[in-house]
Each structure stands twice: as structure tokens, then as C-alpha cells.
């Protein structure tokens, strides 16, 4: 079976990498100070790992909201499956 890509599932492609993009901004944003306090709690030093662990976590953070998101729109936008009438 051979599947096309469509002007639609490009148009989602490009949505998911701007929601991927905007939770890699606001979760660096919004985890650099909690992180800065828990690594001085831990003793971390390192800026160099201090930066890898939490864009580690960022990253991660960030895929899984944008495939939350994803597998969302994909439910959304599939069509149902028909019925066989008898």
C-alpha cells in the first residue's frame, strides 16, 4: 500500500516542530532556576554539566508534550472506520 504525503499531514508536521521549538524555550526557561538550586543543593560545580542535565531534561520534556500533542491530532484528524451494513 502506498501512502502520499499531504498538503495537511505537512501543515501538522510543521505545527509539531513550532510546539517542539516553543517547550524547548519555555522548559529552559522555566527549569533553569529550579535546577540551578537543586545542583547547588547537590554540589554540582560543573557548568558543563549542569547545562547537559538540564537540556537533557528539557529535551526530553519537550518530545514528550509534542508527542502527546501529536498522537492527539492524529486521533483527531483520522477517519473513522467504516461500518459494514448487513
Do not use: C, F, N
Amino acid at each position: 500500500m502506498r501512502r502520499t504525503t499531504s498538503r495537511k499531514a505537512l501543515a501538522i508536521i510543521y505545527v509539531l516542530g513550532l510546539i517542539w521549538l516553543v517547550a524547548m524555550i519555555g522548559g529552559a526557561a522555566v527549569l533553569m532556576h529550579p535546577m540551578l538550586a537543586l545542583y547547588d543543593t547537590l554540589g554540582v560545580e560543573s557548568a558543563t554539566v549542569q547545562m547537559v542535565v538540564t537540556m537533557a531534561l528539557v529535551i526530553i520534556l519537550a518530545s514528550l508534550v509534542t508527542v502527546g500533542i501529536g498522537l492527539v491530532l492524529r486521533a483527531k484528524t483520522e477517519p473513522e472506520p467504516a461500518t459494514q451494513r448487513r
